[in-house]
């Protein structure tokens, strides 16, 4: 397993190879916290989403330095990953509050992002693998994808990762000159059936000895 530390992570911070895919020439996967030199490379495979298709209902793509701040603001709560290939950002993948209201606080949602010409080749469920295996260390109990729909692509993305539908709010966005459908995916996280025992910060999830396998996936 390759190693990458980050300012964020310390000397231990976790990464992952993707391998064992039968893609031997591909360039290596490697997963990693986000880091603010990462806001630049990010908002870049982000752009083209706000400005030319309604999987975002953001109007204006934010700039690099608001990005740096959102990716701060999330690694407060939750992991933000990126996915490196030969030196480049290729794509992303973090987790946000489901809701604020306090018993929402094991419901967490998704957003994940591939730059175009990079897609179908496995970022996504690398991102995904290492994000979920971090959550469930963080004791989250349900994660919630929110997709704009038709995205046949993020539909069989999340089912493919064991997301089950759960519902659809009918044409609740409106961009580019439309009405749009928002459905969601949830996938169960932990056991929901009994009394919680309360989710981990990002502090005590860096603490903990399991997230370097967590995230090579055993
Ligand atoms: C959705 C997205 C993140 C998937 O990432 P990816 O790296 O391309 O996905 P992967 O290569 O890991 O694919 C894993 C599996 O997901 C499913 N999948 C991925 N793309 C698919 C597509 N276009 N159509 C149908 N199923 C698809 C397949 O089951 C695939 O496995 P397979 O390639 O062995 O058949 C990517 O398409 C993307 O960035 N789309 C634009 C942004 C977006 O829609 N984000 C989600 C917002 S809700």
């Not at 793509?61 to 996915?83: D, G, H, Q, S, Y």
């Not at 290729?90 to 604020?100: C, V």
């Not at 709010?169 to 409106?174: A, L, N, Y």
């Amino acid at each position: 397993m390759l190693v990458h530390p980050t300012p964020e992570a310390g000397p231990r911070a976790p990464s992952l190879p993707a391998g064992g895919d039968g893609m031997e020439d591909a360039p290596v996967k490697t997963i990693r916290l986000a880091t603010p030199a990462d806001a630049a490379p990010i908002a870049g495979i982000y752009a083209p989403i706000v400005a030319g298709t309604p999987i975002s209902f953001e109007l204006e793509a934010p700039t690099a330095r608001e990005m740096a701040r959102r990716i701060a603001a999330v690694l407060a709560f939750a992991p933000w990953l990126v996915c490196v290939e030969d030196g480049a950002v290729t794509g992303y993948a973090y987790a946000g509050r489901h809701h604020e209201r306090a018993a929402y606080r094991w419901s967490v949602d998704l957003s994940v992002y591939v730059r175009e010409g990079g897609r179908r080749t496995g970022v996504g469920t690398a991102l995904y693998r290492a994000l979920l295996a971090l959550l469930r260390l963080q004791r989250f109990r349900a994660a919630h994808a929110g997709i704009t729909l038709p995205n046949a692509a993020s539909v069989g993305f999340h089912e493919a990762l064991g997301f089950r539908p759960v519902g659809v709010f009918p044409r609740v966005g409106w961009k580019g000159g439309a009405w749009y459908d928002v459905g969601y995916w949830q996938l169960e996280l932990g056991d929901r059936t009994g009394v919680p025992s309360e989710p981990l910060g990002m502090e005590a999830l860096r603490r903990l000895p399991g997230v370097a396998a967590a995230l090579a996936g055993a």
